[in-house]
């Protein structure tokens, strides 16, 4: 099925959804996707993020290279569905999306795939599958499972400020999550934690802007914020499953990642060809706290693979 286009000849982008069954996939592509440079394509993190957050890779098109954004179903410019409930929002679906995303757009035959966060572990999933079109593996700030998350969650909950600590483990207690003092604590390991840019970009305010009208997503998969993950995806693991990658692969994090070292090791051990790059100014999103850094580490990746 072709997919519904806009083109907008200005910027050199080209907007526009991807049937999905009854739903529909927002996609923005910068560049031209049959330029004979592999496409990349970035999967947001969330789960139920926006692509906003991720603008500024579109600089990895310098190099001639089509860079597709696109948004999850439940997120973004896609198709929301605050009704449906755990048993529709799994890993499948979004895989099924992604493949989907690939064949409307033509791609499948050869791609390169860049996860950032949930995206990333969304990545890990899709080149398990051994896909024969993928060309290289980025994932970026990803951890190979939950269970080493959320056990290094507490690890960096205990180096706040003690009255942060305990404002977090009073209200998680006492389940008062909407109360004014959990949320700026919660705000005060995001601003070590999650991005380090104060006050964050405005690409990354637009995502959490978008997120706070529908977080279905997110909150059903994921939970109540980055350091409570109680969601579906709470048991989930691709650690004893990550030695069937075999896509040239690049694994980035930041020195302060809530995605820390220890959750990105299991990658690093097992999948065989790999490298990893780690930002020792950044957190979660080296692509907007080091950013030209970060550019410059994922282009001479990709065109050493070209």
């Given at each position: 099925?072709?997919?519904?286009?806009?083109?907008?000849?200005?910027?050199?982008?080209?907007?526009?959804?991807?049937?999905?069954?009854?739903?529909?996939?927002?996609?923005?592509?910068?560049?031209?996707?049959?330029?004979?440079?592999?496409?990349?394509?970035?999967?947001?993190?969330?789960?139920?993020?926006?692509?906003?957050?991720?603008?500024?890779?579109?600089?990895?098109?310098?190099?001639?290279?089509?860079?597709?954004?696109?948004?999850?179903?439940?997120?973004?410019?896609?198709?929301?569905?605050?009704?449906?409930?755990?048993?529709?929002?799994?890993?499948?679906?979004?895989?099924?999306?992604?493949?989907?995303?690939?064949?409307?757009?033509?791609?499948?035959?050869?791609?390169?795939?860049?996860?950032?966060?949930?995206?990333?572990?969304?990545?890990?999933?899709?080149?398990?599958?051994?896909?024969?079109?993928?060309?290289?593996?980025?994932?970026?700030?990803?951890?190979?499972?939950?269970?080493?998350?959320?056990?290094?969650?507490?690890?960096?909950?205990?180096?706040?400020?003690?009255?942060?600590?305990?404002?977090?483990?009073?209200?998680?207690?006492?389940?008062?999550?909407?109360?004014?003092?959990?949320?700026?604590?919660?705000?005060?390991?995001?601003?070590?934690?999650?991005?380090?840019?104060?006050?964050?970009?405005?690409?990354?305010?637009?995502?959490?802007?978008?997120?706070?009208?529908?977080?279905?997503?997110?909150?059903?998969?994921?939970?109540?914020?980055?350091?409570?993950?109680?969601?579906?995806?709470?048991?989930?693991?691709?650690?004893?499953?990550?030695?069937?990658?075999?896509?040239?692969?690049?694994?980035?994090?930041?020195?302060?990642?809530?995605?820390?070292?220890?959750?990105?090791?299991?990658?690093?051990?097992?999948?065989?060809?790999?490298?990893?790059?780690?930002?020792?100014?950044?957190?979660?999103?080296?692509?907007?706290?080091?950013?030209?850094?970060?550019?410059?580490?994922?282009?001479?990746?990709?065109?050493?693979?070209e």
């Open positions: 099925m072709c997919p519904t286009v806009v083109v907008m000849n200005d910027d050199m982008t080209t907007e526009g959804f991807a049937p999905f069954g009854d739903y529909e996939t927002w996609y923005r592509i910068t560049g031209d996707v049959h330029s004979g440079v592999t496409p990349l394509v970035i999967a947001h993190g969330g789960p139920g993020c926006s692509h906003d957050y991720l603008d500024s890779l579109t600089a990895l098109a310098r190099s001639g290279r089509a860079v597709v954004h696109y948004d999850q179903l439940g997120g973004g410019r896609s198709t929301h569905l605050p009704d449906h409930g755990e048993d529709f929002w799994t890993v499948e679906l979004f895989l099924a999306e992604l493949d989907n995303l690939l064949d409307s757009l033509g791609i499948r035959g050869r791609y390169d795939l860049l996860g950032q966060s949930w995206g990333g572990m969304l990545a890990a999933e899709h080149a398990i599958r051994r896909p024969s079109g993928l060309r290289g593996l980025v994932i970026s700030n990803s951890p190979a499972s939950m269970a080493l998350w959320s056990s290094e969650a507490k690890i960096l909950r205990g180096q706040l400020p003690p009255d942060i600590e305990s404002a977090l483990d009073r209200h998680e207690a006492n389940d008062t999550l909407d109360d004014p003092e959990y949320q700026a604590a919660t705000t005060a390991y995001y601003d070590e934690h999650v991005c380090r840019i104060l006050p964050n970009p405005p690409e990354v305010m637009r995502t959490f802007e978008i997120m706070a009208k529908d977080s279905t997503v997110y909150n059903t998969m994921n939970g109540p914020n980055e350091f409570l993950c109680v969601g579906t995806l709470r048991d989930w693991s691709v650690v004893d499953r990550v030695e069937n990658i075999t896509a040239p692969t690049l694994l980035l994090s930041g020195r302060h990642d809530e995605a820390t070292p220890a959750t990105v090791q299991p990658f690093f051990d097992h999948i065989g060809n790999v490298r990893w790059e780690i930002f020792e100014d950044s957190s979660h999103m080296p692509f907007v706290e080091e950013h030209e850094r970060y550019v410059d580490v994922v282009d001479a990746f990709l065109s050493e693979l």
